[in-house]
């Protein structure tokens, strides 16, 4: 059996081993409680703008918006819209938040933390909010999954895709907040 009571900085965990009769427990071994080795979290609040991205005459647009230190894995990517992007022939606009040079082709999982539609009006439920899995990324060799580096501080793009009559260069309006929650791993 394994019985846990909190403790103000972790759990801990007691095992019992042994019944010595039925109304009583031995308990053989208690866990210790494991402060300061925890992993520390930070974020980081973004503001990107739509002139971020100009000049463009190119349907596609890619900017680096945040580097972050060795040993940090990113854990967690929020976007939310404070003014709809928008431009007379633009039919559709999406923000895609990746590693560098790893730059997602579609709205799949591959290689992306978050991706967020930029046309949509701001409202109080809209933007998106990834708790980040294993992300495939098909350019790595031997382990083919996303992790930030380890040994050199990895950069974080985000890249604008848009369809219709229009180039980045006509957007007239847009921006978005981009939350991005690290956490130590070295």
């Not at 010595?20 to 071994?29: A, F, G, H, I, P």
């Not at 005459?57 to 580097?67: E, P, Q, S």
């Not at 709205?107 to 909010?129: I, K, M, R």
């Not at 229009?166 to 130590?184: E, P």
Request: glycine share 6%; proline share 4%.
């Amino acid at each position: 059996m394994n019985f846990g009571l909190w403790v103000s900085s972790g759990l801990l965990k007691f095992q019992v081993f042994e019944i010595q009769n039925k109304n009583s427990y031995t308990c053989k071994k208690v866990m210790q409680v494991l402060t300061g080795q925890y992993p520390s979290l930070y974020t980081h609040k973004v503001a990107i703008d739509y002139t971020d991205f100009q000049p463009s005459a190119l349907k596609y647009g890619l900017i680096d918006f945040l580097t972050i230190p060795k040993g940090f894995q990113v854990v967690f990517v929020q976007t939310k819209n404070i003014t709809a992007f928008s431009a007379v022939g633009v039919s559709t606009a999406f923000i895609r938040v990746h590693q560098k040079g790893f730059a997602p082709t579609s709205d799949n999982a591959t290689g992306q933390f978050a991706v967020a539609n930029v046309l949509v009006s701001p409202s109080s439920t809209q933007g998106s909010n990834f708790w980040q899995t294993l992300r495939r990324n098909p350019l790595a060799v031997g382990n083919p999954f996303i992790i930030c580096s380890y040994d050199t501080p990895t950069t974080l793009q985000a890249s604008l895709n848009i369809t219709g009559t229009s180039s980045i260069n006509d957007l007239t309006a847009g921006k978005l907040w981009v939350w991005v929650t690290v956490m130590r791993v070295s």
